[in-house]
Structure formats: structure tokens, C-alpha cells
């Protein structure tokens, strides 16, 4: 079952106007939210960064945020979605093709759930590689926008390397992954992610490892790295909601370390998965 035009239906039934600006102008927002054990992950984050980029496009929230909340469970539950993620869209809304827009549309909203394995997933367990690569998105990459061809041709190069995915380059620094944040530990054992502007999505489960991190007393430093840092980094780690902290193993070919997941990152993936699914049962 998927949610669309204020209901839930069969996929199969689900529609949606040829004429929707998401479609003709990727003139729209999209969220993704995990789900363990049938509850979902840092979703209090994930819904004010729905609003926050929305506000930013000046679309409305479709949904009171409590509706959207129920959405999510609703689905959930129809689906018997034990793992896996959450998915939400909300776009301008449906109007004759015209770059301008009125300022009245109303916005179109869906979601869908996905069962997926994140815990036991290959990548998580063992580590994935890294294709290095150019970053050629807008300036705006704080917005969760559905523009996302920069990232798809990011992701297919990474796959014929064989890798699982790709690290964009700005100006010679790492901005972040196609889809995760990207982080490196030095030798020294402090952990480098860029820090949030325009040039990276502000990652909730960066948010909430960070934090972690930070109960765990590691040094954090919020600046942007090299490739050449980033190949002699001790670890590597990229984080995401449906990634939850996978490890690196190998950038652009090279080892990272010994070419095994790192200890600060084991360290972290364990103690934000106990930290997130304990919250997640307090307050459910
Ligand atoms: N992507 N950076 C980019 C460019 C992303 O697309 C994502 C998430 C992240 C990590 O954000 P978060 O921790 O809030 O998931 C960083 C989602 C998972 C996706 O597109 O499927």
C-alpha cells in the first residue's frame, strides 16, 4: 500500500498528473526515514528538515506534522514493514507547464515504504568502496530537493568501478557521498566531516552520530578534507538513513587502513544503533 491524494491504495493504483511540477521541474522535496524492528529512526529530525526545506522553497506543508507522523505509521503498519525506510514526497503541486508559479498551488503529497535490510546488510557488515568523483549539483545542496541526476550519474560511476558509492569533489575537497555524509578518522583518532553550509545536505544521522561521538568524548573536526586525506586516513565512514554508519574500506582503489572497518567506526556504529533504537522505544 502507498499513501497519494489523501489516501492509501494498491501501488498498482496509485497515480499521479503528468502535470506535477515534481515531475516536470523536480520542483520538490522528498524525505527518507529508517525503520528497525518496525520503528522509525531519528524521525523527529527527518520531519523538521521536511519543513525546513519546504520553507525554503516556499511550498507548504501538505499535513500537519502529527498527520504526516500518522501517515508514516499507517504505512508502516499496512505493510508489515519490519526494516527498512520510509519514503516522502511533497512537490509544488499540479499546474499547466510554466516556469512561474502562483503562490496558491496545492502541494501533492505521497510516501511509500520500502522493506530493506539495514542491519545485516552486506555493506554495514563489511564495509563498501568508493568511487571518487566530480560534484556538479546546484548551489542549494542544503535543500533535500528530487534533483537528483547528478547524484544518479555519481552512483552509476561507482557501480561499473564496483564500487557501492561515490565521494563528490569541490574545488579539490570532499563535499559528501551521493546519498550519506562522508567522514574520515586520522591517525590521531579525531573524526573530520565538512562542515553544514549550502555545499552539503545537513545529514540527520550525521546530526545524531555526531552527538554521539560527542557522549563517547572522540574529538570531532567540522572541516572540509582532500581526496589525499581521505585515502590516508586511518578509517573512513559514510553515514545515512538507510545506511545507517557503514564503513569504508577503499577509496578511488586504495585501502583505507588495513582495508577493514575501523575500530572508532565499529565503535560508533554500535553505540548510535543501541542509542536510536532505545530512544525509539521510549518514546513509542
Ligand atoms: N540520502 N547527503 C546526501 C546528498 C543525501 O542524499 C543523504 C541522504 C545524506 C544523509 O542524510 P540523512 O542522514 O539525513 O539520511 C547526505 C537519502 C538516504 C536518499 O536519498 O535515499
Redesign the pocket.
Known amino acids: 500500500m502507498v499513501y497519494v491524494g489523501d489516501r492509501f491504495v494498491a501501488e498498482d493504483e496509485a497515480t499521479l498528473s503528468i502535470f506535477d511540477r515534481g515531475l516536470l521541474f523536480g520542483d520538490s522535496i522528498y524525505e527518507?526515514t529508517a525503520v528497525i524492528g518496525g520503528r522509525m529512526i531519528d524521525n523527529d529530525l527527518?520531519l523538521a528538515r521536511l519543513a525546513q526545506s519546504l520553507g525554503e522553497l516556499g511550498i507548504r506543508m501538505p499535513l500537519p506534522r502529527e498527520a504526516i507522523v500518522g501517515v508514516q505509521m499507517e504505512l508502516i503498519a499496512r505493510n508489515r514493514l519490519d526494516e527498512g525506510v520510509v519514503y516522502l514526497q511533497v512537490t509544488r503541486g499540479v499546474a499547466d507547464r510554466n516556469f512561474a508559479y502562483a503562490d496558491d498551488l496545492e502541494p501533492t503529497f505521497f510516501a511509500f515504504s520500502q522493506a530493506k535490510n539495514l542491519l545485516n546488510a552486506a555493506s554495514v557488515r563489511d564495509g563498501v568502496r568508493i568511487a571518487v568523483v566530480d560534484d556538479q549539483r546546484w548551489a542549494r545542496?542544503d535543500i533535500k530537493t528530487t534533483m537528483l541526476l547528478a547524484?544518479v550519474q555519481a552512483k552509476r560511476i561507482a557501480a561499473e568501478r564496483g564500487c557501492q558509492e561515490a565521494w563528490m569533489v569541490e574545488d579539490g575537497l570532499v563535499t559528501?557521498?551521493?546519498?550519506?555524509?562522508a567522514y574520515i578518522v586520522t591517525a590521531d583518532g579525531r573524526i573530520v566531516t565538512r562542515p553544514n553550509s549550502r555545499a552539503?545536505?545537513p545529514?540527520?544521522?550525521?546530526r545524531a552520530v555526531l552527538a554521539v561521538a560527542k557522549r563517547l568524548d572522540l574529538v570531532i573536526e567540522e572541516s572540509p578534507f582532500t581526496v589525499e586525506e581521505a585515502v590516508n586516513a586511518q578509517e573512513a565512514f559514510l553515514?545515512?538513513?538507510?545506511s545507517l554508519v557503514t564503513p569504508v574500506i577503499e577509496i578511488s582503489g586504495r585501502a583505507i587502513g588495513d582495508g577493514k572497518p575501523g575500530s572508532v567506526t565499529r565503535l560508533l556504529q554500535r553505540t548510535y544503533l543501541d542509542l536510536a533504537l532505545s530512544n525509539q522505544a521510549a518514546a513509542q
Open positions: 527518507v527527518h545542496r547524484q559528501e557521498g551521493a546519498s550519506s555524509t552539503i545536505l545529514g540527520c544521522t550525521r553515514t545515512s538513513a538507510s
